[in-house]
């Protein structure tokens, strides 16, 4: 029954995804014709003298300004991103609060906004808050430390909102890592589909004016991290994973190298040792380590357009010999990632890797599907396309060359 119901929507699926694409870029092109408001962030204030507290809802306003002729939606959602005294910042989403039905700005006139978000427990002291995509000034704002669970338990009705990050105080050092899709095979066929999970923990996390802030804080710029890739039959009638690649990392990284080039707006590398066998035992059996490090550098050119490069260089550790020691023919030694594209629109990401036996070439298109008209605020995804062509696209199968199409969803890209 799963079989044929695959086999009913086998072109069903990429019609769909095509076409949303097509018409998401050509919504994102009539959108882009009449910009976007200008926005200014006003400093979120106490209420009734009761201070911000981390953990808790932090509400504040933006005053929206429209220079054009015609009315311009307001933004239900806004990237921040939250500063501390130490250098250290979180991005975090502010949603509209009381908006009505589809506000807008009018022509050559201005709105003023109620915003609010979850301020992270991490989160205290001395604040600042900008949005870097929309070239905003910054607003300074001061947090207490969060809520104790006793309290909030003892506050009762009109208490702070039970979150996660209460119960759960470490859970602010989650972050996503590398992009987490489900992708559907469609050349060769749905036999090649797959999906990703990926995410990262910041392991140390001092507080202000504390000896570990003071004398151990590269500590704070290491990270654990984990990545799943598996590889879906699902043309076959039981539906078999094929293959899964697992990998745990531990890495540092470091975002500032202090360089001073046009529209360079940040620099750093990372550097670590990472993990990944697919699980298997007997002759099935694959399993490398790496020791690697990977600068970048991030440039803004206007609203709409950034790039990154990240080329990355690594060692094989312990490489298991028995089952894949000629992996490096395959892999090489380096692979050089790109981006391009506008952070609220449309995205590529390429990778290219090269070893003896020939180079391998990946590429990711990803556009998200509630910047198209008819499905704004209705869903946070993104559309998205890959192509792969080259070696090692599975870990069983390195030495296979394979060139395969798949679309399909992604949440982090």
Same mark, same amino acid.
């Given at each position: 029954?799963?079989?044929?119901?695959?086999?009913?929507?086998?072109?069903?699926?990429?019609?769909?995804?095509?076409?949303?694409?097509?018409?998401?870029?050509?919504?994102?092109?009539?959108?882009?014709?009449?910009?976007?408001?200008?926005?200014?962030?006003?400093?979120?204030?106490?209420?009734?003298?009761?201070?911000?507290? /981390?953990?808790?809802? &932090?509400?504040?306003?933006?005053? @929206?300004?429209? +220079?054009?002729? *015609?009315?311009?939606?307001? =933004? %239900?959602?806004?990237?921040?991103?939250?500063?501390?005294?130490?250098?250290?910042?979180?991005?975090?989403?502010?949603?509209?609060?009381?908006?009505?039905?589809?506000?807008?700005?009018?022509?050559?006139?201005?709105?003023?906004?109620?915003?609010?978000?979850?301020?992270?427990?991490?989160?205290?002291?001395?604040?600042?808050?900008?949005?870097?995509?929309?070239?905003?000034?910054?607003?300074?704002?001061? /947090?207490?430390?969060? &809520?104790?669970?006793?309290?909030? @338990?003892?506050? +009762?009705?009109? *208490?702070?909102?039970?979150? =996660? %990050?209460?119960?759960?105080?470490?859970?602010?050092?989650?972050?996503?890592?590398?992009?987490?899709?489900?992708?559907?095979?469609?050349?060769?066929?749905?036999?090649?589909?797959?999906?990703?999970?990926?995410?990262?923990?910041?392991?140390?996390?001092?507080?202000?004016?504390?000896?570990?802030?003071?004398?151990?804080?590269?500590?704070?710029?290491?990270?654990?991290?984990?990545?799943?890739?598996?590889?879906?039959?699902?043309?076959?009638?039981?539906?078999?994973?094929?293959?899964?690649?697992?990998?745990?990392?531990?890495?540092?990284?470091?975002?500032?190298?202090?360089?001073?080039?046009?529209?360079?707006?940040?620099?750093?590398?990372?550097?670590?040792?990472?993990?990944?066998?697919?699980?298997?035992?007997?002759?099935?059996?694959?399993?490398?380590?790496?020791?690697?490090?990977?600068?970048?550098?991030?440039?803004?050119?206007?609203?709409?357009?950034?790039?990154?490069?990240?080329?990355?260089?690594?060692?094989?550790?312990?490489?298991?010999?028995?089952?894949?020691?000629?992996?490096?023919?395959?892999?090489?030694?380096?692979?050089?990632?790109?981006?391009?594209?506008?952070?609220?629109?449309?995205?590529?990401?390429?990778?290219?890797?090269?070893?003896?036996?020939?180079?391998?070439?990946?590429?990711?298109?990803?556009?998200?599907?509630?910047?198209?008209?008819?499905?704004?605020?209705?869903?946070?995804?993104?559309?998205?396309?890959?192509?792969?062509?080259?070696?090692?696209?599975?870990?069983?199968?390195?030495?296979?060359?394979?060139?395969?199409?798949?679309?399909?969803?992604?949440?982090?890209?």
């Amino acid at each position: 029954m799963l079989k044929k119901t695959l086999f009913q929507t086998r072109y069903l699926i990429p019609v769909i995804i095509v076409g949303a694409l097509i018409l998401g870029v050509a919504g994102r092109g009539i959108a882009l014709a009449g910009d976007r408001p200008d926005i200014i962030l006003v400093a979120p204030q106490s209420i009734d003298k009761i201070p911000l507290k /981390a953990g808790c809802d &932090v509400r504040f306003f933006i005053v @929206l300004t429209n +220079g054009g002729t *015609g009315a311009v939606p307001v =933004p %239900q959602r806004i990237k921040l991103t939250l500063g501390k005294e130490s250098g250290e910042t979180i991005d975090v989403y502010a949603r509209t609060v009381n908006a009505g039905d589809a506000p807008t700005v009018p022509g050559k006139g201005f709105l003023k906004q109620a915003y609010q978000f979850i301020l992270p427990v991490a989160m205290t002291g001395t604040l600042s808050m900008s949005a870097p995509d929309r070239n905003t000034n910054t607003a300074m704002f001061h /947090a207490d430390p969060a &809520v104790a669970t006793t309290e909030i @338990l003892a506050a +009762g009705v009109g *208490g702070p909102d039970l979150s =996660p %990050q209460q119960f759960q105080p470490f859970f602010v050092n989650f972050s996503s890592y590398k992009p987490v899709y489900f992708l559907f095979g469609m050349d060769p066929g749905i036999q090649k589909s797959s999906f990703q999970i990926s995410f990262k923990y910041k392991l140390f996390n001092f507080e202000a004016n504390s000896f570990g802030k003071q004398y151990l804080s590269g500590l704070e710029n290491i990270r654990l991290a984990y990545t799943q890739q598996s590889f879906w039959d699902l043309k076959s009638d039981s539906a078999p994973f094929e293959d899964s690649r697992y990998m745990p990392e531990l890495f540092y990284v470091h975002n500032s190298l202090g360089l001073d080039l046009p529209y360079l707006i940040q620099s750093g590398f990372q550097t670590g040792l990472q993990h990944e066998s697919n699980g298997r035992d007997g002759e099935r059996s694959r399993s490398t380590n790496y020791g690697y490090i990977q600068p970048f550098l991030a440039f803004k050119f206007t609203n709409h357009f950034y790039w990154k490069v990240a080329p990355k260089a690594w060692v094989y550790v312990r490489n298991e010999h028995e089952s894949n020691g000629d992996i490096a023919d395959y892999r090489g030694y380096f692979d050089i990632e790109n981006k391009l594209g506008d952070p609220t629109g449309i995205v590529l990401e390429n990778h290219f890797r090269h070893g003896r036996k020939g180079g391998t070439w990946q590429f990711d298109l990803s556009y998200p599907l509630n910047q198209i008209p008819w499905l704004k605020g209705f869903v946070d995804m993104y559309i998205h396309a890959q192509y792969f062509s080259g070696y090692s696209d599975q870990l069983l199968e390195y030495d296979q060359r394979e060139d395969v199409i798949r679309l399909g969803f992604s949440l982090v890209r």
